[in-house]
């Protein structure tokens, strides 16, 4: 696989200035870098492209944090919860929120890291987020608001917050930890652009009073949305796999779109969702002919099998993984750690400039040349 290629791309890193929690909770078992600890090193060791290594046990110390037995959010039992920990997302949400409305981008983009595959891109002339959502609430047809034992929520303001600031938000799928009924609920509110998947709108949000609002893109090349050009490929996420471990579709699978986001200066942003039904490589391919080449991936896990040699071997983006720390996930599957990332190679493809790790509440600013 080829790794190095011409970069033509600058990132520029902003550092920031993040209160440090103080918490009562007493640390689990087993010494760990206190989250205080743990958020300082963050805010002095910020996310930049090539050698990340001093930011390596950081995010081992947080990939250690997340799979304590006592993360536990997704069962409704929030007194086995570690409230500390919750309280250190809740922060670092915040933070996001609060800079979002504050930064003022003049040229490129900023990037920031929420939960799970959510990510919000900030350009001079508009802001949009992909796959946003509070945590690991599995109902996608209520709020988490209305469960008293829900622990991992945003509060009203956070909400309101949100839809203030974002534009547009684009939904890969229907499922719990791409899907959030509160915040699209409070965006269209907000007289903001929700584009979903056919089934999302027609079969999960047929009854409810945002329906006529949601935007589905159907088969033209390319549409507008506000200040965005978007491109989408309707794919599938297959669920089940067959005798030969390989996965194959159902009907019952969830529509799936792919996109491909470029804002006005030309910047264009792939998410490939959790596809694995449909290879979308020779539509990407298609893109790339006609000028859509990505500069920047939101790599979601590594499906389909091959998808990320296939893509090396036609463009060059930055990577910045998502899809990790999914909480819904812990109790049968884990949960995706980042700290892999900057071993074997992975860290090679970091030292090249070619991938660069966010966690929760880090940003990035992204100019392309």
Known sequence: MKILGNWQAVVILIASTIPLFQTEQAVAEEPMLSLAALEAGLASHPPHLGDQSERQPLVDALDAWVNRPDTVYWDNEPTRAN??????????????????????????????????????VKTPETVFAIDVVEGPFKKIDRSPADDAEYLFKWTP??????????????????HYDHTSYALVKELIAH????????????????????????????????????????????????????????YYVLDTDPDHNVYLIRTKDGTTFL???????????????????????????????????????????????????????????????????LGHYFRGEYKRWMEAERLVVLTWGEKLRFEKL
Do not use: C
């Not at 956070?158 to 839809?163: C, K, P, S, T």
């Open 83 to 120: 409230r500390e920990f919750f309280q250190y997302y809740l922060g670092r949400i915040q933070k996001v929120l609060n800079e979002v409305q504050a930064e003022k981008v003049e040229s490129g983009v900023m990037i920031w890291k929420l939960y799970s595959s959510g990510l919000i």
């Open 157 to 174: 303001a956070m909400r309101a917050q949100f839809a203030e600031t974002v534009d547009t938000l684009f939904i890969t799928h229907r």
């Open 191 to 246: 007289e903001k652009t929700v584009v979903v998947p056919e089934d999302l709108k027609e079969r999960t949000w047929k009854r409810q009073p945002f329906y006529e609002q949601l935007t589905v893109l159907g088969e033209k090349p390319v549409y507008t949305i506000g200040q965005l050009q978007v491109r989408v490929f309707h794919a599938v996420q297959a669920m089940q796999r067959n005798a030969e471990n390989k």
């Open 271 to 337: 998410h490939n969702g959790d596809n694995r039904g449909i290879h979308f490589m020779p539509w990407l391919k298609s893109a790339i002919l006609q000028g859509w080449k990505p500069d920047v991936w939101f790599k979601i896990l590594a499906w389909p099998k091959g998808v990320i040699q296939e893509i090396a071997s036609v463009t060059d983006p930055l990577i910045i993984p998502a899809h990790e720390y999914e909480m819904g996930h812990k109790p049968k599957y884990g949960t995706s750690k």
